[in-house]
């Protein structure tokens, strides 16, 4: 079918501007010549941001009701996404959602540079930082909101205060006004409160993470489900029932995202982080790492895998080769268009796919590109940063310095802590100005550093480890002396296991690199 014909009127706008990309794009794609260019002009076939109000309001209305909106604006004096709790009121009282998200991967160091992000002065916290809120869909707007609430007031206050310091500092005498170094007045009136979302299971939308935004789906599925276990206690007939009940709530999923206007694979939770988020979208930070040692790394950290297969590598064998199979059929059985969606939703094909142990979860969470296709259909590749984990464990310092520069975390604000901490505190211009005297210390960035430079450790050792025994078992050697945990920590991969993931997901890694535009980002990953 012509895409042309699918669109309803909420795509109305994008018809003529379609037609003349997609034939652009035909050509470009006949010569091999894939640029950025294309790829923000391919953007233009989807809406973004607050232009998909309307279907956030069908898909998610509790997000609609309590979330920021045209008729709920931003603050546009403030760094961090906040707005008026009350339409029209000016009382201060503000909502605010996180300015920036530490979105993933697991097992990829992102838990740890949250954590040394976290610590930073400029950056407010509130107690759902890792609540882990836009993947689990029993999770309200409202709660979410009522959780940031103490911090939305230090960002709605932290201007003030530090104009009270200037009243105060200038009622007495003290230097501090008008220069522009760090620790001055001016340089404090430049710096601006921020929250910061550490929930590493907001990047790769696999079905578990993703039902918010499939909510049609749950509604036809639970009564159906519920219907067959009634009718049928068990055996052959209340499988067949419940097999009706997936391809029901399937088919009703669909309508609903036809009815929207909008392409059934991208009805995903970053169009609802887009469709909130409106005009002021998050800096999203994503950390990735091999996927085939990120997939091994999660099998040791969660207990629930060895208690079922065993603690040893031919269990994780065992395991992996069972979620790999169980995909792959997927992938074979069902249409042309099976894989993505078996990459998507593989838990809704049937009871073969629900049965399987946490349904193939960790070895998706490792294809990357296809989270990140969709991830740049909604947003601008400027609001993503994009790191390799094994920079990051390499040289932890420097990456910290890197993502905190791209957040506008201005490093000196480290130093001036106990200034931020008593300015933040201060209720008089007084004590305002008593704040500014605080001394400069290197206290906290010494506490940064332990944790980036522990916070990873046991991964990195695992991971060398690991990546030099791999080395040595493909040119058929073994470590002198290595029986196959000297590190204290999990004992190596086998090889032959490690070179059926890689080529696994070896496509998926060549896309990535197309996507970021750097072939050297997957260097060793192949």
Same mark, same amino acid.
């Not at 990195?460 to 030099?468: D, I, P, T």
């Given at each position: 079918?012509?895409?042309?014909?699918?669109?309803?009127?909420?795509? /109305?706008?994008?018809?003529?501007?379609?037609?003349?990309?997609?034939?652009?794009?035909?050509?470009?794609?006949?010569?091999?010549?894939?640029? !950025?260019?294309?790829?923000?002009?391919?953007?233009?076939?989807?809406?973004?941001?607050?232009?998909?109000?309307?279907?956030?309001?069908?898909?998610?209305?509790?997000?609609?009701?309590?979330?920021? @909106?045209?008729?709920?604006?931003?603050?546009?004096?403030?760094?961090?996404?906040?707005?008026?709790?009350?339409?029209?009121?000016?009382?201060?009282?503000?909502?605010?959602?996180?300015?920036?998200?530490?979105?993933?991967?697991?097992?990829?160091?992102?838990?740890?540079?949250?954590?040394?992000?976290?610590?930073?002065?400029?950056?407010?916290?509130?107690?759902?930082?890792?609540?882990?809120?836009? *993947?689990?869909?029993?999770?309200?707007?409202?709660?979410?909101?009522?959780?940031?609430?103490?911090?939305?007031?230090?960002?709605?206050?932290?201007?003030?205060? /530090?104009?009270?310091?200037?009243?105060?500092?200038?009622?007495?005498?003290?230097?501090?006004?008008?220069?522009?170094?760090?620790?001055? =007045?001016?340089?404090?009136?430049?710096?601006?409160?921020?929250?910061?979302?550490?929930?590493?299971?907001?990047? %790769?939308?696999?079905?578990?993470?993703?039902?918010?935004?499939?909510?049609?789906?749950?509604?036809?599925?639970?009564?159906?489900?519920?219907?067959?276990?009634? %009718?049928?206690?068990?055996?052959?007939?209340?499988?067949?029932?419940?097999?009706?009940?997936?391809?029901? %709530?399937?088919?009703?999923?669909?309508?609903?995202?036809?009815?929207?206007?909008?392409?059934?694979?991208?009805?995903?939770?970053?169009?609802?982080?887009?469709?909130? #988020?409106?005009?002021?979208?998050?800096?999203?930070?994503?950390?990735?790492?091999?996927?085939?040692?990120?997939?091994?790394?999660?099998?040791?950290?969660?207990?629930? #895998?060895?208690?079922?297969?065993?603690?040893?590598?031919?269990?994780?064998?065992?395991?992996?080769?069972?979620?790999?199979?169980?995909?792959?059929?997927?992938?074979?059985?069902?249409?042309?268009?099976?894989? =993505?969606?078996?990459?998507?939703?593989?838990?809704?094909?049937?009871?073969?796919?629900?049965?399987?142990?946490?349904?193939?979860?960790?070895?998706?969470?490792?294809?990357?590109?296809?989270?990140?296709?969709?991830?740049?259909?909604?947003?601008?590749?400027?609001?993503?940063?994009?790191?390799?984990?094994?920079?990051?464990? !390499?040289?932890?310092?420097? /990456? #910290?310095?890197?993502?905190?520069?791209?957040?506008?975390?201005?490093?000196?604000?480290?130093?001036?802590?106990?200034?931020?901490?008593?300015?933040?505190?201060?209720?008089?211009? *007084?004590?305002? !100005?008593?704040?500014?005297?605080?001394?400069?210390?290197?206290?906290?960035?010494?506490?940064?550093?332990?944790?980036?430079?522990?916070?990873?450790?046991?991964? /990195?050792?695992?991971?060398?480890?690991?990546?030099?025994? !791999?080395?040595?078992?493909?040119?058929?050697?073994?470590?002198?002396?290595?029986?196959?945990?000297?590190? @204290?920590?999990?004992?190596?991969?086998? %090889?032959?296991?490690?070179?059926?993931?890689?080529?696994?997901?070896?496509?998926?890694?060549?896309?990535?690199?197309?996507?970021?535009?750097?072939?050297?980002?997957?260097?060793?990953?192949?």
């Amino acid at each position: 079918m012509n895409p042309m014909h699918q669109l309803t009127p909420v795509c /109305v706008r994008y018809k003529v501007i379609l037609s003349f990309f997609l034939l652009l794009t035909n050509e470009l794609w006949m010569h091999g010549r894939i640029c !950025a260019l294309e790829r923000q002009l391919l953007a233009a076939r989807l809406p973004r941001g607050w232009e998909l109000r309307e279907a956030l309001e069908k898909l998610d209305k509790e997000l609609y009701d309590n979330g920021p @909106g045209p008729e709920r604006p931003f603050v546009s004096a403030l760094k961090n996404p906040c707005w008026a709790v009350r339409k029209g009121a000016d009382d201060g009282e503000l909502s605010c959602l996180p300015y920036a998200m530490v979105m993933g991967g697991f097992h990829c160091g992102a838990a740890s540079l949250w954590q040394a992000l976290y610590k930073h002065p400029l950056v407010v916290k509130s107690d759902v930082s890792r609540w882990h809120f836009w *993947a689990e869909m029993d999770k309200t707007m409202s709660g979410y909101l009522a959780g940031t609430s103490r911090a939305a007031a230090r960002i709605a206050a932290w201007p003030l205060q /530090v104009e009270a310091a200037a009243k105060g500092l200038a009622s007495s005498g003290a230097a501090g006004l008008g220069f522009g170094d760090a620790g001055s =007045i001016a340089w404090f009136r430049r710096q601006q409160k921020i929250l910061l979302d550490g929930s590493s299971s907001t990047f %790769a939308f696999y079905w578990s993470p993703n039902v918010r935004a499939h909510r049609a789906y749950v509604k036809a599925m639970v009564p159906c489900w519920d219907g067959c276990h009634k %009718a049928h206690r068990e055996g052959a007939e209340r499988d067949s029932c419940l097999g009706d009940c997936y391809a029901t %709530a399937r088919q009703a999923d669909r309508q609903f995202a036809a009815n929207l206007g909008l392409p059934y694979n991208d009805i995903s939770l970053p169009l609802l982080v887009s469709a909130v #988020y409106g005009r002021r979208p998050p800096k999203m930070v994503v950390l990735m790492r091999n996927p085939v040692d990120r997939l091994y790394s999660a099998y040791w950290r969660y207990g629930h #895998y060895r208690d079922k297969f065993g603690p040893n590598p031919e269990a994780f064998e065992e395991y992996t080769r069972g979620q790999l199979t169980a995909l792959k059929h997927c992938m074979n059985r069902n249409g042309s268009e099976s894989e =993505i969606s078996c990459l998507l939703h593989f838990e809704t094909w049937g009871l073969e796919e629900e049965k399987l142990y946490f349904h193939a979860d960790q070895l998706l969470r490792g294809v990357y590109s296809v989270w990140l296709e969709v991830w740049l259909k909604f947003f601008d590749r400027k609001d993503l940063l994009v790191v390799r984990s094994e920079d990051y464990f !390499a040289d932890p310092v420097e /990456v #910290y310095s890197r993502v905190a520069e791209w957040l506008g975390l201005d490093p000196s604000a480290i130093d001036y802590h106990a200034r931020i901490e008593r300015l933040g505190k201060a209720k008089t211009p *007084a004590e305002a !100005a008593q704040a500014m005297q605080a001394p400069v210390d290197d206290k906290l960035w010494n506490e940064i550093r332990q944790i980036l430079l522990r916070g990873e450790r046991e991964d /990195v050792l695992r991971y060398e480890f690991n990546s030099r025994q !791999a080395k040595l078992a493909a040119q058929g050697q073994q470590e002198q002396g290595v029986t196959g945990n000297s590190d @204290g920590g999990r004992p190596p991969m086998s %090889a032959a296991i490690r070179r059926e993931l890689t080529e696994f997901y070896a496509p998926y890694n060549q896309r990535l690199a197309q996507l970021l535009e750097d072939p050297n980002f997957i260097r060793g990953w192949n």
